[in-house]
C-alpha cells in the first residue's frame, strides 16, 4: 500500500503526494519498534499485578522443595555423579515458564472480550510485530520465574554456574522457551475462542508436555515410545539446555546448538503461525 503525505494547496484544498518508499533496514528498525512497543505495553499489566509473580512461585518450590529432596535421599533416578536435586533444578525452571506460557492465550481471549484486539487490528503494527511483542513479553515473566529458581535453588545448595555467559545463555532459553510456549497458547486461543475450552485444552496439554520431557528423569530410562516423543517435544531441548548452562558440572545431549536452532526455528514458525491466525480471534 503507498503512503502518502499531504501538503496546502493555495485554493485551500489538501493535495496528496506519494512518501519515498522506505528501505528494509528502516522498515526492519520499524518492525522491532513496533514490537517493542508491544513488549513495553504487555510488561506494564505484569508492573500492576505483581502477586502474581509470587503466587507463580509456589508451585517450583513444591517440587524443589518436597519432590527434589526426597528423590536425592531415596536416590530413585539415576542421574550419574549429578545429585538429583541438581538434575532437577533446571528441568523446574522449564516447568515453571512452561506452566506460565502455555496459559498465556486465555489474556488474548480477554483482550477481545474488551474490544483491544480489535483496535491492534485496525492499528498500522503487522500481526506478525503484535504475535511477536507478546511473545518477548511472556519471556519477561519467563525472567521472573528463573530468578526465583535461582533462589531456591542457592538456598538448596545447588551447584549454579554464575558465570556471566552462563547466566545470559539462560536467560535467552528462558525467553525463547516462553515466547514458544505463550504463541503455541496464543494460536490455541486463536482456534477455541472461548475460556472454557481454552482452559480445558491448556489443562489437557501441560502435563503431557512436562512428562514427556527429560524435566524430571533423564531419557535413558523412559520406554521407547516415550523417548519418541521426548525427542520430538520443544520442552526437552529447552531443559537440555538449561541444564548445560545453569549447572556447573551440566553437560548438553543435544549439544546447545542444536537445543537453540530447534527453540529459535520452533518459535519462528509459531509466531508466523500465529500472525496469520491471530485476526481469526475476534470472528
Not at 503525505?5 to 518508499?21: I, S, V
Request: with cysteine.
Amino acid at each position: 500500500m503507498t503512503q502518502y503525505e499531504h501538503a496546502a494547496r493555495p485554493d485551500g484544498l489538501a493535495e496528496r503526494h506519494p512518501l519515498p518508499a522506505l528501505s528494509p533496514l528502516a522498515r526492519l528498525a520499524r518492525f522491532f519498534r513496533r514490537t517493542l512497543t508491544i513488549v513495553t505495553l504487555e510488561v506494564r499489566k505484569l508492573r500492576h499485578d505483581s502477586t502474581e509473580l509470587v503466587t507463580r512461585a509456589i508451585q517450583p518450590a513444591l517440587w524443589l522443595l518436597v519432590f527434589g529432596e526426597v528423590f536425592t535421599q531415596i536416590r530413585a533416578i539415576p542421574t550419574g555423579t549429578t545429585r538429583y536435586l541438581d538434575f532437577m533444578a533446571p528441568g523446574i525452571l522449564a516447568q515453571s515458564v512452561l506452566f506460565i506460557a502455555i496459559f498465556y492465550g486465555i489474556a488474548i481471549i480477554w483482550e477481545r472480550d474488551l474490544g483491544i484486539i480489535h483496535k491492534l487490528l485496525v492499528s498500522p503494527t503487522p500481526r506478525t510485530a503484535l504475535v511477536l511483542g507478546k511473545a518477548l513479553s511472556a519471556g519477561v515473566r519467563g525472567l521472573a520465574q528463573a530468578i526465583i529458581i535461582y533462589i531456591l535453588a542457592l538456598l538448596l545448595g545447588v551447584d549454579v554456574s554464575w558465570h556471566p555467559a552462563s547466566l545470559l545463555g539462560v536467560m535467552l532459553i528462558v525467553v525463547l522457551g516462553s515466547a514458544l510456549f505463550s504463541t503455541f497458547s496464543l494460536i490455541i486461543a486463536c482456534i477455541v475462542k472461548t475460556r472454557e475450552r481454552f482452559m480445558g485444552v491448556g489443562q489437557v496439554l501441560t502435563m503431557p508436555l512436562f512428562f514427556a520431557s527429560n524435566a524430571i528423569y533423564p531419557i535413558a530410562i523412559m520406554p521407547a515410545w516415550l523417548r519418541a516423543i521426548a525427542h520430538v517435544n520443544p520442552l526437552t531441548y529447552e531443559v537440555d539446555a538449561l541444564r548445560a548452562l545453569m549447572l556447573t558440572a551440566g553437560t548438553s545431549a543435544f549439544g546447545l546448538g542444536l537445543d537453540f536452532l530447534v527453540l529459535t526455528l520452533s518459535t519462528a514458525v509459531l509466531v508466523i503461525v500465529g500472525a496469520m491466525l491471530y485476526p481469526t480471534v475476534v470472528q
